[in-house]
T-cell receptor
């Protein structure tokens, strides 16, 4: 079956660092994505990992361990505008379907 | 830069009516995906098209159908609408390059009353 688990909610302070974890069990694996989604808006692409290790992109970094079925998204120097849902998504083998997790709602407080 | 265009942005229909949602992908993107997102829910994959052929199918009800046309735009047709069909419907497009992820449209908010 397909299962992607993320914490439901997290709260962090402006300027701090937060790590959002994701574990997955899927029948196929062709890459893991992180998307940001503000309420009522479309998801926007943040990062992509297909090999083990850390991918850094500005304030955001994403890590993948395929053997553990585990990823995390690291957000540094948090800003109020980072308050959003963060969706972990796994692309199926063959590449035509991406399964999304339920998302982690991040609240950034002053 | 051109984005994924969806129309209409909002749609209100009564139960048992039909609805058609349209999606215009980014030029040169060869794959289109449809997702349904209920309030507070994750996006649920419905169906995808690659080069105008259906490439994958998810949790799309039999009452729904979709197709991709020669100009690469796609339409999601929904019949016998039910209250539970009320949701945000997102279309996304992508290229073969997996690392670029999907580009989502702004979505169509369907309300069934």
């Amino acid at each position: 079956g397909q299962n992607i688990d993320q914490p439901t909610e997290m709260t962090a302070t402006e300027g701090a660092i937060v790590q959002i974890n994701c574990t997955y069990q899927t029948s196929g694996f062709n890459g893991l994505f992180w998307y940001q989604q503000h309420a009522g808006e479309a998801p926007t692409f943040l990062s992509y990992n297909v090999l083990d290790g850390l991918e850094e992109k500005g304030r955001f970094s994403s890590f993948l361990s395929r053997s553990k079925g585990y990823s995390y998204l690291l957000l540094k120097e948090l800003q109020m505008k980072d308050s959003a849902s963060y969706l972990c998504a796994v692309r199926d083998t063959g590449g035509f379907k991406t399964i999304f997790g339920a998302g982690t709602r991040l609240f950034v407080k002053a | 830069a051109a984005g994924v265009i969806q129309s209409p942005r909002h749609l209100i229909k009564e139960k048992r009516e039909t609805a058609t949602l349209k999606c215009y992908p980014i030029p040169r993107h060869d794959t289109v995906y449809w997702y349904q997102q209920g309030p507070g829910q994750d996006p649920q994959f419905l169906i995808s098209f690659y080069e105008k052929m259906q490439s994958d199918k998810g949790s799309i009800p039999d009452r729904f159908s979709a197709q991709q046309f020669s100009d690469y735009h796609s339409e999601l047709n929904m019949s016998s609408l039910e209250l539970g069909d009320s949701a945000l419907y997102f279309c996304a497009s992508s290229t073969d390059a997996a690392e670029s992820g999907y580009t989502f449209g702004s979505g169509t908010r369907l309300t069934v009353v």
